[in-house]
């Protein structure tokens, strides 16, 4: 079964600075999709960035970006320019390519503080 | 707004009772998929339904059950209600299945007493 691990509970980041969440999974298939969500207080699940594990580039979306390293099994998010709205519980999650067995795993989650 | 709708936002609600959780998936999505979010299990994916079939299924209690009807639209059913399942519950959409984004409705915030 695949399992993913947010190794960081909390972390904070100063406004305009540069922060990392880890993540790492474990899967014994070759294809499959990595996902962050972020979820702010008003619990609302959004999609932060995707990754598709058959493309060697990493996936960036404005100040957002990953590092996927598909042999260490690692997916971290880099958030650039750190703003207060990015305060929010940050999701790590995974999704089988397979049709027949479509549902996302998440792990743990990390909560990020922005600090002024 | 993702588009994805639940109903009710708030649900209170005692031990023993039974409650339904509704979800109008986004136009043209088929998927649907129920999640439930609680302190102690985190984020965990109970079912899935595909243009009104069920096609996965997690750890999904035998006291809950779903279905999707012919216009897409979702309902969760839980039944004989314990304190533990307290938590919010949220639907997902997708257009289809595999590599397709999901997006998350607001949730369903479920208290039993």
């Known amino acids: 079964a695949q399992t993913v691990t947010q190794s960081q509970p909390e972390m904070s980041v100063q406004e305009a600075e540069t922060v990392t969440l880890s993540c790492t999974y474990d899967?014994?298939?070759?294809?499959?999709?990595l996902f962050w969500y972020k979820q702010p207080p008003s619990r609302q699940m959004i999609l932060v960035i995707r990754?598709?594990?058959?493309?060697?580039q990493n996936a960036t979306e404005n100040r957002f970006s990953v590092n996927f390293q598909k042999a260490a099994k690692s997916f971290s998010l880099k958030i650039s320019d750190s703003q207060l709205g990015d305060a929010a519980m940050y999701f790590c999650a995974y999704r089988s390519a397979m049709a027949s067995y479509d549902k996302v795993i998440f792990g743990p989650g990390t909560s990020l503080s922005v600090i002024p | 707004d993702s588009g994805v709708t639940q109903t009710p936002k708030h649900l209170i609600t005692a031990t023993g009772q039974r409650v339904t959780l509704r979800c109008s998936p986004r136009s043209g999505d088929l998927s649907v998929y129920w999640y439930q979010q609680s302190l102690d299990q985190g984020l965990q994916f109970l079912i899935q339904y595909y243009n009104g079939e069920e096609r996965a299924k997690g750890n999904i209690l035998e006291r809950f059950s779903a279905q999707q009807f012919p216009d897409l639209h979702s309902e969760l059913n839980l039944s004989s209600l314990e304190l533990g399942d307290s938590a919010l519950y949220f639907c997902?959409?997708?257009?289809?299945?595999?590599?397709?984004?999901?997006?998350f409705g607001p949730g369903t915030r479920l208290t039993v007493t």
């Open positions: 899967t014994s298939e070759s294809d499959y999709y």
């Open positions: 997902a959409s997708s257009v289809g299945q595999g590599e397709y984004e999901q997006y």
């Open positions: 990754q598709e594990a058959y493309k060697q």
